[in-house]
């Protein structure tokens, strides 16, 4: 006869049972419980193969991993994080892994922000925000790319929507989190250029710190603490100061995106705008909600979807399903077929062209 085990209170809940009721050994031998690995900003090499892109503005680092002869989700990370630390996590996540199985997937850097960066040389230029989207241009003639999905986040997704609307037949669709279409407000370009003070010389300070929680979370309190300590240990431990300090001075110096939603089909075709779907998230604790407003009412109504995610401030990190969710409908409403037969690729297997 097999033997019998009283289950303790404490695991009671974990196997679905009531304290002080007998499980026997063969019952307990089917069980298995999972305990979620605690949660690390580390690379883990799951983003892919790393390569370097020269450019007009210095080195770029991207990493590349999938099958290159499907279509391609093309990424940009937001302040204070790289390619690892904003979407490693993320494209990990169950559901989305089986979402971008059907994708190549790049993942760019902004010049010195990729994990263990040197500190960018004495007298380096950091490029603007167009710049930065130029760059883009440089990463998708390295590896032969035609067109892309651009999925982007805070900073990210502002130069994506740049490159979009300056480079429209190369994008195919955009995912943009927490994007800003206007140039820094007072209290920004305040706070920050006090940051940047700090970070030129080479300091992390607790004040820069909780700027930078700020921009991520907004309300700290209401959202999931133990990500909380992670992110806020990155950001004391795991930063080059001054080359941060770089890119956040590009940031607030940011110039209008200057697109305008145009209704009048016969007038489309001569103003500025973005001409792609694009997929518009924020979350109800993040202190972007209204720069995501005023973005969605610059964007043609027909192409633009806003949506807001409740309970959460860091929407990849604390609702990773429900983004998932919303990103597989967005990609069969453009006719992507995230499982089975797939779109014709957006990459092509030829001789690169010089950036």
């Known amino acids: 006869m097999p033997s019998s085990i009283a289950v303790p209170p404490e695991q009671a809940s974990l196997l679905g049972t009531m304290p002080g009721e007998v499980l026997d050994d063969a019952e307990l031998r089917q069980v298995q419980l999972s305990v979620a690995p605690s949660r690390t900003l580390s690379e883990d090499g799951s983003t892919g193969t790393k390569v370097t892109v020269d450019t007009p503005h210095g080195p770029v680092t991207a990493a590349v991993s999938g099958d290159p002869t499907r279509p391609v989700i093309l990424s940009y990370h937001d302040l204070g994080l790289n390619h690892v630390t904003n979407f ?147 950001f004391e431990r795991a930063i080059n100061p001054t080359n941060l300090g770089l890119l956040v001075d590009s940031y607030i110096r940011r110039s209008d995106l200057g697109i305008v939603r145009e209704l009048d089909p016969n007038k489309k075709k001569d103003v500025r705008m973005i001409r792609c779907q694009v997929l518009n998230i924020t979350a109800n604790l993040s202190p972007h909600i209204e720069d995501t407003v005023t973005f969605n009412g610059r964007l043609d109504p027909t192409l633009a979807t806003w949506m807001k995610i409740q309970d959460v401030g860091l929407v990849l990190d604390e609702a990773p399903g429900k983004v998932v969710e919303a990103f597989r409908l967005f990609l069969q409403g453009q006719g992507y077929a995230v499982s089975g037969s797939r779109r014709a690729s957006s990459v092509s297997i030829g001789e690169g062209k010089s950036c």
């Open 88 to 234: 490693q996590a993320f494209f990990l996540y169950p559901e989305m892994r089986n979402v971008v199985n059907n994708f190549c997937i790049v993942h760019v850097n902004a010049p010195g922000q990729e994990e263990g960066a040197p500190t960018l040389p004495e007298g380096y230029v950091y490029p603007t925000m167009e710049e930065l989207a130029d760059t883009i241009t440089c990463v998708k003639n390295h590896l032969h790319l035609r067109s892309f999905i651009g999925f982007g986040v805070g900073l990210g997704a502002n130069v994506l929507a740049r490159y979009a609307t300056k480079y429209p037949n190369y994008v195919d669709a955009l995912v943009l989190v927490n994007c800003s279409s206007t140039q820094a407000g007072w209290i920004e370009w305040g706070y920050q250029k006090l940051n940047i003070r700090h970070l030129r010389s080479g300091t992390m300070t607790t004040g820069t710190v909780d700027y930078l929680m700020w921009h991520h979370f907004g309300k700290l309190e209401e959202c999931n603490q133990d990500l909380v300590t992670v992110y806020r240990q990155h």
